[in-house]
């Protein structure tokens, strides 16, 4: 167990719908990233918080966003899913240093039908 | 930019064998370099990282990586594969020079089965 939580771990939805994916980080740790994993795509960067602050953005799409709330915990909204969205997506947690090892959630999978 | 390649999809390997699982990358400066194991319908799991230093690498469960700066490699071995090492195995890299120091890049994966 990694200390990492997330929630849902299953979410069924239609094309067009509006979810929200949470997490919980390690007790203590101020980083938070989100990833994608599809088997086309591989393991995608999404976007890192940082102690309530956007700190990095990579390839996430204008219809998904997120935030990191003063609790530490972050919640990535994807909104207008499409089909291509189904993925498995991931959230870790890391001290703060750009060295510190990060550590993943059990993830969240999403189907859109 | 920073990219990461690992070019073996699949690895087998017979139990009690050495196994290696091979990681090239590519960076404008210095790395940070990480590998992960993924078990089936789990999140990533840390094995090890090279940040500065001794260029062999310890890690979790036994593993080991050697970090090679002339030949931009990091290659994940061990002396001894087990059937329970059997899984997806992600080598994983980021640039400490540039602007995108924070964002971590994976390479595709390579799956390794341990075969009894």
């Known amino acids: 167990d990694s200390g990492v939580t997330q929630t849902p771990k299953h979410l069924i939805t239609a094309t067009g719908q509006r979810v929200t994916l949470r997490c919980s980080p390690r007790s203590g740790d101020l980083s938070v990233y989100w990833y994608q994993q599809s088997l086309d795509q591989g393991l995608q960067f999404l976007i890192q918080?940082?102690?309530?602050?956007?700190?990095a953005k990579g390839n996430i799409l204008e219809r998904f966003s997120a935030q990191q709330f003063p609790d530490l915990h972050s919640e990535l909204n994807l909104s207008s899913l499409e089909l291509g969205d189904s993925a498995l997506y991931f959230c870790?947690?890391?001290?703060?240093?750009?060295?510190?090892?990060?550590?993943f959630g059990p993830g969240t999978r999403l189907t859109v039908l | 930019a920073q990219s990461v390649a690992q070019p073996e999809d699949q690895v087998n390997v017979a139990e009690g064998n050495p196994l290696t699982v091979k990681c090239t990358y590519s960076?404008?400066?210095?790395?940070?370099l990480f590998w992960y194991v993924q078990y089936p319908n789990r999140g990533l799991q840390f094995l090890l990282k090279y940040i500065t230093g001794d260029n062999l690498v310890k890690g979790s469960y036994g593993f080991e990586a050697e970090f090679n700066k002339s030949q931009t490699s990091f290659h994940l071995k061990k002396p001894s594969a087990l059937v329970s090492d059997s899984a997806l195995y992600f080598c994983a890299v980021r640039d400490i020079s540039s602007g995108s120091a924070r964002q971590l890049t994976f390479g595709s994966g390579t799956q390794l089965t341990v075969l009894p």
């Open positions: 918080y940082y102690n309530g602050e956007e700190r």
């Open positions: 870790a947690s890391s001290v703060a240093t750009s060295w510190d090892e990060q550590f």
């Open positions: 960076v404008s400066g210095n790395p940070y």
